[in-house]
């Protein structure tokens, strides 16, 4: 299992979430998970085994680069992790970017990392029956499995996940001389974007399966909205496609076991909550009020995730009786335009411009309902996070936000959320004060909902079920290939 983030090593988003939890529920099934990411600045070696040897990576004309390998456990688990270590690629404070500039050299740096993978396995004797990769970072091992390492991986199939269409790695078209596996994979079927190599393109063109972390967003992706520009290419490749929803890792997301919030609570027993809520009141400087609706937000501050939504529809939100709490970082715009809104509505909105693990739990725990307007999402965590803390999602209706979340009906009491269709601020607006008068007027149906909310279970076993059946199809389909 492969990726460029695994928490709680490194992470900047959910695809570290699913590295860290995944393998464990793979390994729990019995399979013999081997888990490889880069050994990033920030991830103290001292930490670590090292392992003895190097590894040897060929980087085309740039000649060979040398590796050094250290290993650990995931937590709670007998999970093997490798970590890739090469101080010149990964030795930098940030994984992906230097605050918000992405790094020149991306392109290099993880088709180094997915060569590695192979040198890896050569070096401790591994043979996988699968590698899983994820994401454009590692979307070169599909191609190596059958290029340059077939020879020792003949057996070897390939899945990719897609957590996010958006980012592609659409890199200069040398890189097809570092991935040396020959130019004739440089073809707008395979490889080639306009001029230049994509890599999630030619990912899902040689992987034996591509899965996607919603079955909503599986079919989104096949159509010009949501595929952005590679909708024609997944139309061709959606008999391989499978979408799976991602899970929970409900050792680390449950209010009852929850270290790093101020009271432990349950359905059966809430008072907690109400301690976690007066807890962030006083953190953020709101007003301390128990009556008082509290609405959070924790996300990257993104197009993707509603922001400019957000921004629009708060001023109008701020004037009702309400509050608001959001932590996120990302386009500067809206860091100043929130703070902004902070200096100017002290007591009932606050910010925090920056990433906390322990403020997102807090924010999950004490606020009643968590706002996730998201133009696009392909699962989405937050919002079922927020489940287990019975703290109703307010979400557009999308992707895995879609998938997971019911809306409220109030004739048949059913429904754990509040869902809105139209990608706008008057949309948003109108959902938001929807939750809010059923937080106030009918408290008895609020209340209901979030113990259903908190009795939803989405585990990683029903996903890593579903894994197996697409890992055994791969697995499959490479060893009919093999035979034609
Ligand atoms: P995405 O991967 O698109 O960012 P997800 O909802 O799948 O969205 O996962 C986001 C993960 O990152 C969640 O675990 C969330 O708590 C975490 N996260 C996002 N922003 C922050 C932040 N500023 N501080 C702490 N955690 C954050
Ligand atoms: C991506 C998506 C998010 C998903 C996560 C983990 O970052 O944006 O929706 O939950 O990956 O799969």
């Known amino acids: 299992f492969v990726a460029s983030e695994v928490a709680p090593f490194a992470k900047t988003g959910g695809l570290a979430d699913v590295a860290g939890a995944l393998p464990k529920a793979l390994s729990e099934m019995g399979h013999n998970v081997v888990v490889v990411m880069p050994r990033y600045y920030a991830i103290d070696k001292s930490k670590l085994a090292h ?13 060979e680069l ?17 970590f890739i270590d090469h101080e010149e690629y990964f030795g930098r404070g ?32 591994f043979k996988p029956d699968v590698i899983h990769a994820n994401d454009w970072h590692t979307a070169a091992v599909p191609l190596l499995a059958q290029t340059r390492f077939g020879q020792d991986f003949s057996d070897t199939a390939t899945v990719l996940t897609l957590h996010n269409l958006e980012h592609q790695g659409i890199i200069f078209k040398g890189a097809m001389d570092i991935l040396e596996s020959g130019w004739e994979h440089f073809r707008p079927e395979a490889y080639e974007s306009v001029g230049h190599v994509n890599m999630l393109k030619g990912g899902i063109a040689y992987a034996d399966a591509v899965t996607t972390v919603s079955r909503r967003y599986a079919q989104e992706i096949k159509t010009s909205e949501f595929g952005f520009g590679l909708e024609s290419h997944i139309r061709a490749h959606a008999y391989k496609l499978f979408g799976i929803l991602n899970g929970v890792d409900y050792s680390e997301w449950s209010p009852q076991k929850d270290d790093k919030i101020t009271s432990k609570y349950s359905s059966k027993d809430m008072k907690g909550k109400l301690l976690c809520k007066r807890d962030i009141q006083k953190y953020f400087n709101l007003e301390q009020r128990d009556d008082v609706a509290l609405i959070g937000f924790v996300g990257r501050f993104a197009k993707q995730k509603g922001i400019e939504l957000v921004a629009e529809a708060i001023e109008g939100l701020l004037a009702q009786n309400l509050q608001i709490v959001m932590l996120g970082a990302g386009e500067k715009w809206a860091e100043g335009f929130f703070s902004h809104i902070a200096a100017r509505y002290g007591g009932k909105f606050a910010l925090h411009v920056g990433y906390s693990d322990d403020l997102a739990h807090k924010i999950e725990a004490g606020s009643d309902m968590f706002l ?9 965590l937050n919002q079922i996070y927020s489940l287990a803390y019975g703290t109703l999602p307010i979400v557009r209706k999308t992707g895995g936000l879609d998938d997971t979340i019911e809306n409220f009906d109030e004739a048949s009491n059913r429904g754990c959320g509040f869902k809105f269709e139209s990608a706008s601020a008057h949309a948003l607006y109108h959902t938001v004060m929807w939750g809010v008068q059923t937080y106030y007027n009918n408290p ?41």
Do not use: T
Not at 69 to 80: A, E, F, G, M, R
């Open 372 to 380: 996730m307007p998201s133009l696009f999402e392909p699962c989405g």
């Open 444 to 484: 008895k149906a609020f209340k209901e909902m979030q113990k259903r909310a908190m009795g939803m279970h989405f585990g990683w076993d029903d996903a890593a079920q579903s894994y197996d059946d697409v890992y055994r199809y791969a697995i499959y389909k490479k060893r009919v290939s093999k035979l034609q």
């Open 94 to 125: 940030g994984l992906y970017d230097h605050f918000g500039e992405a790094y020149m050299d991306n392109d290099n740096r993880f088709i180094f990392f997915s060569k590695s993978i192979f040198e890896l396995c050569k070096m401790i004797g």
């Open 51 to 63: 392992i003895e040897g190097s590894l040897c990576v060929s980087m085309g004309f740039m000649g």
């Open 66 to 82: 040398w590796a050094g390998v250290y290993s650990s456990k995931l937590p709670n688990s007998d999970v093997l992790i490798y």
